[in-house]
């Protein structure tokens, strides 16, 4: 992306995202996982006793759970301490809910997210907006043309209160069981925060929902939960941002994203994230897709001291459809292990993943994907396309694909291609007048190039330029 363009002149990219503000807390659940510390956070909440029992049982589950360190080649998860994670701070925010004018937010918060640009974003280019700051959404705002047309897009609190049959089947049972695994059991047991998105059968939200994640504390965990129930013939884009300034100790990003699409309807997920260099990264997102429809997931995975994620489609209906357009950077220091799942569960189902992965200062990157086909999904179709790119001899990139077929009639294909950075492709663009640093990120741009298109084009700017600073070595 060129550095001339008008719209982000005089910003100051690394400032965006590693500017932080003093701690203060108006209640803290203090360190540590405890039966106290749920019954606190859904206290705190005001939460209808069948929430509560599902933490608890949560809990139960995640105590049961051993930690996740029998996957070859999976990051380190040692520096995990979950006695000194703070997995709830609500912070020193005035009103009680979150409040519908950006003005009404304290100044040091509406700040921060002034940094990050999502008022700009919001007046300019989106259907609504929401931000969370450390537990709690201070933040949320929808445009009337799209209430007016019944969709719905709360925090999840307010859709625990206003829409709860609703929560109460899809939250954690068929989509995202706290049995998946031990990081989704925690996060059953002290979510906090997040987005519901329902928008009603044969509507199409045009323009992008946003919700974006800050993490200022240090120490503390981020366990935000997502619900998106998208009716047959209905269509929505959510896009999603997360970051956390650079601090001493390890910080917990645990969160959990449910996708429910209906007969015929269309959802993209898309996330950019730039964690700080040592906070671990354990989300799992999942989506359930009912026939003819089609889930996408775009997403681009910067900073973290160790990511694991892995988006998961299930391809519940004949017809259904699912693609996955990944990117990973990984620098000195960091463990980036994503990757996509898709289980075709009914014929005539389709689904590609393309992942693209860039390390460097010996940095590892790994796509992990799975693609099941099940007995009798015949006439299915898979692609899966991983391409890896290393600017050094130190650096890493693994593909571990894994493919369980039990369909004779189906139709399979798998290409990965490893390549770094050559003397003579740098010495070209030399050639045409760039610097070694301008030309490196040409090639880079080029490279992520099926991501961003696939992006408004704000956030395309934005992921160029996170890639530029993951370059410079001027984040975390």
Known sequence: MSSDDESFEGIDFEDRFESRNEQRAAVTSGEGLTEETVRLISAEKGEPEWMLQRRLRSLEVFRELPMPTDWPGQPDLSGIDLDEIVPYLRPDVETEDSVDSWEDLPEEIRDTFDKLGIPEAEKEALSGAGAQYESEVVYQHTKEQWEEKGVVF??????????EEIVKEHFMTEC????????????????SGGSFVYVPEGVTVEM???????????????????????EPDSEVHLIEGCSAPHYGSHNLHSGCVE?????GAHVQYS???NWSKNTYNLNTKRAIVEADGTMEWVSGSMGSRATMLYPASVLKGPGATDNHVTIAFAGEGQDIDTGAKVYHNAPDTKSTIESKSVSKDGGRTNYRGL????????????????????????????????MEIQENQVDV?????????????????????LDDDDAKQMIVAGFIEPITEELPIEYAVELNRLIELEMDGSLG
């Open 154 to 163: 709360c925090d999840m609190d307010e859709a625990v209160r206003e829409h």
């Open 271 to 273: 996330t950019v994230q």
């Open 176 to 191: 995202v069981p706290p049995t998946d695994n031990k990081f989704a059991a925690l996060h059953g047991a002290v979510w």
């Open 259 to 263: 996708v429910f699409v209906g007969e």
């Open 371 to 402: 693609v099941h086909v099940s007995d009798g999904a015949e006439d299915s179709s898979t692609s899966v396309e991983c391409d890896a790119l290393m600017f050094d001899s130190e650096s890493t990139s693994d593909t571990m694909p894994y």
């Open 413 to 433: 294909a798998h290409e990965a291609t490893v390549g770094k950075i050559g003397d003579e492709d740098v010495f070209y663009l030399q050639s045409r007048g």
């Open 208 to 230: 992008p929902l946003q919700a974006y994640f800050r993490m200022n504390s240090e120490g503390m965990g981020q366990f935000e939960h997502k619900i998106v129930v998208a």
